[in-house]
Nanobody
Framework: QVQLVESGGGLVQAGGSLRLSCAAS????????MGWYRQIPGKQRELVAD?????????TYGDSAKGRFTISRDNARNTVYLQMNSLKPEDTAVYYC????????????WGQGTQVTVSS
């Protein structure tokens, strides 16, 4: 099992930026994908972005993130980052780090979440 610790959330004005970090520990050798999801009150949790831990570093972005957010990783440190620029009030949500591992079975690991609040 993988443990995840998020940091970097907070309060920011519209148009501002935040950088989220997520550090993984525990059984990290089988990590395939690291990413970020968010949950807006009253809505289903949705993908923000993820990135493959393979050498390709393939990325996937949710529609709300494309053109504004950038995901990156440091495999040696088992850390994933989310650079969020041009933030909008509708980005206000709890952001969750996610790691997908495979060691005979697929397992999703989740952080406890970090609050991002964007004011008008």
């Amino acid at each position: 099992q993988v443990q995840l610790v998020e940091s970097g959330g907070g309060l920011v004005q519209a148009g501002g930026s935040l950088r989220l970090s997520c550090a993984a520990s525990g059984y990290t050798v089988s990590i395939y994908v690291m990413g970020w999801y968010r949950q807006i009150p009253g809505k289903q949790r949705e993908l923000v972005a993820d990135i493959s831990s393979s050498s390709s570093g393939s990325t996937t972005y949710g529609d709300s993130a494309k053109g504004r957010f950038t995901i990156s990783r440091d495999n040696a440190r088992n850390t994933v980052y989310l650079q969020m620029n041009s933030l909008k009030p509708e980005d206000t949500a709890v952001y969750y780090c996610n790691v997908k591992t495979f060691n005979g079975r697929w397992v999703d690991s989740w952080g406890q979440g970090t609050q991002v609040t964007v004011s008008s």
